[in-house]
């Protein structure tokens, strides 16, 4: 692998950071955890809640516990696996009654365990196991930054970035030219909708997840750089997001199903791999999906596109990872399956999941220069004049604001009962509210 690829990398990596002011092998940790007093030795039974389970990446989280339990015959694993979609209810639910799982996976809801005191700290052990040398410092420094003392409390595992997802043989059977511009998208998803032929330009994610793809594709229309101004201001309803939004949201009913009101992940998924849907919006997460269902060379996947200047405005890359519970009686086990999963798995489960790995040897994998959506991102990270947006998922409340607030209203809006320009108000002075609180409570 060329320097030139593992500094693109670093780019990607570098990407989280801008909204900021020894090796061990499998079994590399030690028996008990320094500043602890309540790890006791890696030994017995864990149990890891996958929060993002379907039958593919099921699949392969067994085969990384085959090879960790081989390699630490002393620990078992049970594995338990929740959808996306609903498992935030099932982590509260565990957090009430104190019937926790041992090690959970964790994406952006992360500040919202922190605020409960449920994970365990876990600096100590990082530095201990030597990986501060060997995961990606910016993805560590990344969630550091969702704790208000940047404490580390989630073991990073990858990156994913949001990614607009189009059928290139559709494109090459219609005699259509890859879209370069929004309005060039915009105009091809028209063209290929022929709804008669149950045949449509996108495929709109109305439903549960739906919050996501709308930040992208809004603020990658407008612009707009940053998401909380540093006196506390939300932009959400700027009127270049106003109009930006009311651009994405038109895409619904139009060159989409009106069926999309509630599609998830799993139902976008299907529509574009199952040949319904010219394009769709989604992260790295579903690459694997359409690699194995359409082939390599009939999708590719592309960031934001950019605007008149030149300027390509993105989201920051999200990170995944692995957290150990406070009141888990197995914490040192806990930590060695998040280290492995961490180091010597890496590779592997990134690969899996089609995201950027943490282990820095990881990153020099010759999957990674194979990869057509990497390398896109890679391109978008390098470039100069690409601005990223960092999302306040530091807010306790951050999750259940998009789940239980944002998801409903938008809904709403898809069908005409509430107004773009009402939504969009509602939302920025939500998050200045939660903003507020959280400074005044981490005392910033």
């Known amino acids: 692998m060329n320097q030139r690829r593992v500094s693109g990398l670093a780019a990607v990596a570098a990407a989280m950071a801008i909204g900021l002011g020894a090796c061990a092998g499998p079994g590399g940790t030690s028996e008990a955890q320094p500043g602890t007093d309540d790890w006791g030795g890696p030994t017995g039974t864990i149990e890891f809640w996958d929060t993002n389970a379907n039958p593919r990446l099921t699949a392969e989280w067994e085969k990384l516990i085959a090879k960790f339990e081989d390699a630490n015959p002393d620990i078992k694993v049970k594995y338990v696996g929740l959808p996306n979609s609903s498992y935030l209810q099932k982590v509260n639910n565990a957090l009430a009654t104190g019937e926790v799982p041992d090690v959970l996976l964790i994406g952006n809801d992360v500040a919202n365990l922190i605020a409960q005191k449920a994970l365990a700290p876990l600096d100590d052990a990082f530095k201990q196991a030597g990986l501060e040398a060997k995961i990606d410092p910016k993805m560590v420094e990344n969630e550091r930054r969702n704790s208000a003392d940047k404490v580390l409390f989630k073991l990073p595992l990858s990156a994913l970035s949001d ?20 309005e060039e998208f915009f105009a091809t998803a028209k063209t290929l909708t022929k709804p008669e032929s149950n045949q449509f330009g996108f495929a709109f994610r109305g ?15 407008s612009g707009i750089g940053e998401f909380m101004t540093k006196d506390g201001k939300a932009t959400l309803d700027a009127p270049e997001n106003v109009a930006a939004f009311k651009k994405y949201i038109s895409l619904y009913g139009t060159v989409s199903a009106k069926a999309d009101l509630s599609n998830d992940y799993a139902k976008i998924v299907a529509a574009f791999d199952g040949g319904s849907a010219w394009a769709t919006h989604h992260n790295l997460g579903s690459y694997q999906d359409h690699l194995k269902a359409l082939g390599g060379e009939n999708v590719a996947g592309v960031q934001p596109f950019p605007n008149a200047d030149g300027v390509v405005t993105a989201t920051s890359p999200a990170v995944s990872g692995l957290g150990v519970l406070a009141k888990s009686k197995h914490k040192a086990a806990a930590w060695k399956f998040a280290e492995f999963v961490s180091t010597d798995g890496n590779s592997q489960w990134a690969e899996t999941v089609g995201q950027v790995p943490a282990s820095l040897e990881a990153q020099k994998a010759p999957w990674i220069s194979k990869a057509q959506p990497l390398t896109e991102i890679v391109k978008v990270a390098e470039n100069p004049k690409t601005q990223y947006i960092q999302l306040p998922t530091y807010l306790p409340d951050w999750g259940s604001i998009l789940k239980t607030e944002m998801e409903p209203d938008f ?12 939504f969009l108000s509602k939302y920025a002075d939500r998050f200045e509210k939660a903003q507020a609180e959280y400074v005044e409570h981490a005392g910033k």
């Open 207 to 221: 439903g549960p997840g739906a919050m996501p793809p709308m930040f992208a594709m809004t603020y990658g229309m």
């Open 411 to 422: 809904q709403s809006v898809l069908q005409g009962k509430l107004g773009a320009e009402a």
């Open 163 to 182: 990614v607009i997802w189009y059928r290139t043989d559709w494109l090459k059977k219609a005699g259509l030219k890859e879209p370069a511009s929004y």
